[in-house]
Protein backbone atom coordinates (compact mmCIF):
# COMPACT_ATOMS: atom_id res chain seq x y z
CA UNK A 1 0.00 0.00 0.00
CA UNK A 2 1.26 3.51 -0.92
CA UNK A 3 -1.12 5.61 1.25
CA UNK A 4 -1.69 3.74 4.42
CA UNK A 5 0.32 1.35 6.48
CA UNK A 6 -1.10 -1.83 8.78
CA UNK A 7 -1.25 -2.31 11.93
CA UNK A 8 -2.97 -5.83 12.86
CA UNK A 9 -6.40 -4.55 11.75
CA UNK A 10 -5.44 -0.90 11.84
CA UNK A 11 -4.66 1.06 8.75
CA UNK A 12 -2.77 4.56 9.48
CA UNK A 13 -2.13 6.89 6.95
CA UNK A 14 1.58 7.64 6.16
CA UNK A 15 2.03 11.11 6.54
CA UNK A 16 3.86 13.20 3.85
CA UNK A 17 6.05 15.95 5.29
CA UNK A 18 7.16 17.63 1.87
CA UNK A 19 4.79 20.21 1.49
CA UNK A 20 5.01 21.22 5.42
CA UNK A 21 8.93 20.90 5.07
CA UNK A 22 9.12 23.32 1.95
CA UNK A 23 6.36 25.96 3.48
CA UNK A 24 8.51 25.99 6.76
CA UNK A 25 11.56 26.50 4.97
CA UNK A 26 9.90 29.46 3.12
CA UNK A 27 8.11 30.75 6.06
CA UNK A 28 11.83 30.80 8.02
CA UNK A 29 13.30 32.45 5.07
CA UNK A 30 10.69 35.75 5.03
CA UNK A 31 11.58 35.47 8.97
CA UNK A 32 15.17 35.18 8.81
CA UNK A 33 14.93 38.67 6.13
CA UNK A 34 12.93 40.07 8.83
CA UNK A 35 15.61 39.52 11.64
CA UNK A 36 18.21 40.44 9.37
CA UNK A 37 16.24 44.03 8.28
CA UNK A 38 15.96 45.04 11.72
CA UNK A 39 12.09 44.53 11.18
CA UNK A 40 11.51 42.38 14.37
CA UNK A 41 8.02 42.28 13.88
CA UNK A 42 8.22 40.39 10.58
CA UNK A 43 10.65 38.24 12.23
CA UNK A 44 8.47 37.27 15.39
CA UNK A 45 4.93 36.94 13.24
CA UNK A 46 6.86 34.10 10.66
CA UNK A 47 8.84 32.38 13.82
CA UNK A 48 4.86 32.04 15.15
CA UNK A 49 3.28 31.36 11.62
CA UNK A 50 5.89 28.26 11.32
CA UNK A 51 5.30 26.90 14.56
CA UNK A 52 1.68 26.93 14.10
CA UNK A 53 2.11 25.45 10.46
CA UNK A 54 4.24 22.38 12.25
CA UNK A 55 2.12 22.25 14.97
CA UNK A 56 -0.52 21.67 12.02
CA UNK A 57 0.93 18.91 10.37
CA UNK A 58 2.03 17.15 12.94
CA UNK A 59 -1.70 16.30 14.66
CA UNK A 60 -3.10 15.49 10.91
CA UNK A 61 -4.08 11.63 10.79
CA UNK A 62 -6.09 8.92 9.36
CA UNK A 63 -6.59 5.65 11.24
CA UNK A 64 -9.27 2.85 9.59
CA UNK A 65 -9.66 0.53 12.19
CA UNK A 66 -11.72 -2.73 10.83
CA UNK A 67 -12.09 -4.67 13.60
CA UNK A 68 -14.04 -1.50 15.74
CA UNK A 69 -15.03 -0.95 12.27
CA UNK A 70 -14.35 3.03 12.99
CA UNK A 71 -12.70 5.97 10.96
CA UNK A 72 -10.80 8.06 13.22
CA UNK A 73 -9.94 11.58 11.37
CA UNK A 74 -8.19 14.65 12.62
CA UNK A 75 -7.39 17.84 9.99
CA UNK A 76 -5.76 21.34 11.70
CA UNK A 77 -5.34 22.20 14.92
CA UNK A 78 -8.90 23.70 15.98
CA UNK A 79 -11.39 21.08 14.70
CA UNK A 80 -11.28 18.22 17.13
CA UNK A 81 -10.96 14.53 16.33
CA UNK A 82 -14.00 12.64 14.55
CA UNK A 83 -14.65 9.14 15.17
CA UNK A 84 -17.14 7.64 12.65
CA UNK A 85 -18.64 4.41 12.06
CA UNK A 86 -18.43 2.84 8.66
CA UNK A 87 -22.29 2.55 9.24
CA UNK A 88 -22.67 6.71 9.24
CA UNK A 89 -20.47 7.23 6.18
CA UNK A 90 -22.66 9.22 3.76
CA UNK A 91 -20.35 9.99 0.85
CA UNK A 92 -17.08 11.56 -0.40
CA UNK A 93 -16.41 14.59 -1.93
CA UNK A 94 -13.16 15.70 -3.82
CA UNK A 95 -13.24 19.42 -3.26
CA UNK A 96 -10.77 21.48 -5.72
CA UNK A 97 -9.83 25.02 -4.45
CA UNK A 98 -8.38 27.89 -6.53
CA UNK A 99 -6.91 31.13 -5.90
CA UNK A 100 -6.91 33.33 -9.21
CA UNK A 101 -7.57 30.01 -11.27
CA UNK A 102 -4.33 28.94 -9.98
CA UNK A 103 -5.26 25.43 -8.19
CA UNK A 104 -4.06 25.66 -4.41
CA UNK A 105 -5.37 22.18 -3.06
CA UNK A 106 -7.44 19.17 -3.37
CA UNK A 107 -9.39 17.32 -0.34
CA UNK A 108 -10.97 14.34 -0.21
CA UNK A 109 -13.85 15.20 2.65
CA UNK A 110 -15.56 12.44 3.76
CA UNK A 111 -19.34 13.67 4.94
CA UNK A 112 -21.09 11.66 8.01
CA UNK A 113 -23.97 11.37 9.93
CA UNK A 114 -24.15 12.51 13.38
CA UNK A 115 -26.70 13.30 16.22
CA UNK A 116 -28.89 13.89 12.71
CA UNK A 117 -26.66 16.29 11.15
CA UNK A 118 -24.49 15.67 8.42
CA UNK A 119 -20.87 16.68 9.23
CA UNK A 120 -17.99 16.62 7.02
CA UNK A 121 -14.07 16.40 7.97
CA UNK A 122 -11.30 16.33 5.51
CA UNK A 123 -9.04 12.84 5.11
CA UNK A 124 -6.73 13.76 2.84
CA UNK A 125 -4.71 17.10 0.89
CA UNK A 126 -3.11 17.11 -1.55
CA UNK A 127 -1.98 19.46 -4.85
CA UNK A 128 -3.15 16.99 -7.63
CA UNK A 129 -6.49 15.10 -8.09
CA UNK A 130 -4.75 11.87 -8.97
CA UNK A 131 -2.94 11.70 -5.43
CA UNK A 132 -6.87 12.05 -3.57
CA UNK A 133 -8.11 9.62 -6.18
CA UNK A 134 -5.40 7.15 -5.10
CA UNK A 135 -5.97 8.45 -1.15
CA UNK A 136 -9.40 7.03 -1.76
CA UNK A 137 -9.26 4.00 -4.02
CA UNK A 138 -6.99 2.64 -1.50
CA UNK A 139 -9.49 3.22 1.21
CA UNK A 140 -12.10 1.80 -1.03
CA UNK A 141 -9.85 -1.03 -0.95
CA UNK A 142 -9.09 -1.63 2.74
CA UNK A 143 -12.86 -1.86 3.53
CA UNK A 144 -14.25 -3.78 0.57
CA UNK A 145 -10.94 -6.94 1.46
CA UNK A 146 -11.86 -6.29 5.09
CA UNK A 147 -15.01 -6.12 5.96
CA UNK A 148 -16.91 -6.28 2.29
CA UNK A 149 -18.26 -2.72 3.25
CA UNK A 150 -18.19 -0.47 0.12
CA UNK A 151 -18.10 3.03 0.47
CA UNK A 152 -20.88 5.40 -1.39
CA UNK A 153 -19.56 6.81 -4.46
CA UNK A 154 -17.71 10.72 -4.24
Avoid at 113 to 131: D, R, T
Wanted: aromatic residues 14%; charged residues 15%; positive net charge.
Amino acid sequence: MKYFEQQGSVYVKKKNYTFPVILCIILLVVAFWGFKSESMGVFWVFIILTAIFIASAMTQKLIVDVSSQTVEAKFGLIKPLAKVSFADIQTFEVLTTSVNFIRSSVYLNMYYMKNGKEKCVAIAQSYSKKNIQDVYNELQDILNNETNVSLPNH
